[in-house]
């Protein structure tokens, strides 16, 4: 089974500073990773996922996040961070079924950008 | 394209009684997942339904079912409320192809007093 840590429950920065979110994962079968995006009173709206190929993904809104299979990790970076970014960040992790409970989210980075 | 609809977006009830969420997925979208999210717990799978039958099913108890019509439309239902089911739960769809993720709604906030 799958599992994701999200090392940051909280991370606050500056607008216009660039920031990173960290997320591993653990799992003994090759996997399928995701980020999402949850805004306030709202649903979860993915930002991008890796499936296979280049380990570095680009996503929407000026997010990128970079595979590394030896670390088993899937951070998310922006370089320039806008108000408007301020939002729960989740890290999930699939196996090549990618459904139900094969489908594991983690617990949730929420980002603070401050004027 | 229509995005996935769920209703009603807030809800109160009273411990013991029963409620029905309702979520209609993307057309085309066969796949309807549900999800209850709390400040404590995070995301939590609670089933998924595929062409009207249960797929999967995650640890809740009893008090928590689902069902799906012939149109994909599905609805989940909790019975005897209890104050700790408080919680946004939201409907995912997807067509179920490997790495294609879900669609989500925006989510049934329901108050449990």
């Known amino acids: 089974a799958q599992s994701v840590t999200q090392l940051d429950s909280q991370v606050p920065v500056f607008e216009e500073a660039p920031v990173e979110l960290r997320c591993n994962y653990s799992?003994?079968?090759?996997?399928?990773l995701f980020w999402y995006v949850q805004y306030p009173n709202q649903g979860l709206q993915l930002l991008l996922k890796?499936?296979?190929?280049?380990?570095l993904v680009k996503g929407i809104n000026g997010f990128e996040a970079e595979f590394n299979k030896s670390q088993t990790s899937f951070h998310l970076r922006k370089p320039s961070v806008h108000i408007s970014d301020t939002a729960e960040y989740f890290c999930?992790?699939?196996?090549?079924?990618?459904?139900?409970?094969?489908?594991?989210f983690g617990p949730g980075t929420r980002l603070s950008v401050l004027p | 394209k229509a995005g996935v609809t769920q209703t009603p977006r807030y809800l109160i009830k009273t411990r013991g009684q029963q409620v029905t969420l309702s979520c209609s997925p993307i057309?085309?979208?066969?796949?309807v997942s549900w999800y209850q999210q709390t400040p404590g717990q995070g995301l939590q799978f609670l089933f998924e339904?595929?062409?009207?039958?249960?797929?999967n099913k995650g640890n809740f108890p009893g008090r928590f079912s689902g069902r799906q019509f012939s149109n994909s439309r599905s609805e989940m239902n909790v019975s005897t409320l209890e104050l700790g089911d408080s919680a946004l739960y939201l409907c995912?769809?997807?067509?179920?192809?490997?790495?294609?993720?879900?669609?989500f709604g925006s989510g049934t906030r329901l108050t449990v007093v």
């Open positions: 890796y499936l296979s190929g280049s380990t």
């Open positions: 995912a769809s997807s067509i179920r192809r490997q790495g294609d993720g879900y669609t």
């Open positions: 799992s003994s079968v090759s996997v399928y």
């Open positions: 057309s085309g979208h066969r796949s």
């Open positions: 339904y595929f062409s009207e039958t249960q797929r």
């Open positions: 999930a992790v699939s196996d090549r079924d990618g459904y139900g409970q094969n489908f594991v």
